[in-house]
């Protein structure tokens, strides 16, 4: 079991392209977030999304061994290793979950849906998030493009 979530951090006003705000993993193995650490480890929370589908899909449609993501503006960063029973999900402290390449595709797919409000469409950042979106749908089994 696997869980991700996308935060926008409060205060902000409009929902911007390059909000603040915090990803958290967590598995049965513990959690990596980004949020209550010193020195802050908050990102552009918006690029971070984009950035770690881009990366993801890519992973997964060419079968790497590893996947390294830093988000946008932050220290905080997720190590994705193939393993012989899937994937192993790890923060700076260590796996925090191993799952299947479909469960960790469709976590993450889930909660940036779930990320919104959707970007104003005027937005620096709008096309990239639905692009990245839509790229990467088509990896997540059963889900409609």
Known sequence: MITVRF?????????????????????DLGTADSAGHVPD????????????L??????????A???????????FGLAVRRTKDGL???GKDGVVARTTAP???STVLRAAEDLGPA???????????EAALAAFRPLVPGHKA
């Open 88 to 90: 192993s999900v790890a």
């Open 7 to 27: 935060t926008v951090r409060s205060g902000q006003g409009d929902a911007g392209g390059f909000d603040l705000g915090d990803m958290a993993v967590t598995g």
């Open 103 to 105: 469960e960790f595709a």
């Open 54 to 63: 881009d990366s993801l899909g890519a992973f997964l449609r060419d079968n």
């Open 65 to 75: 061994r590893m996947l390294s993501f830093t988000g946008a503006g932050t220290s």
């Open 119 to 129: 970007l104003p469409p005027e937005d620096p950042v709008a096309s990239d998030w």
């Open 41 to 52: 480890q908050g990102m552009m929370i918006y690029l971070s999304v984009v950035q770690l």
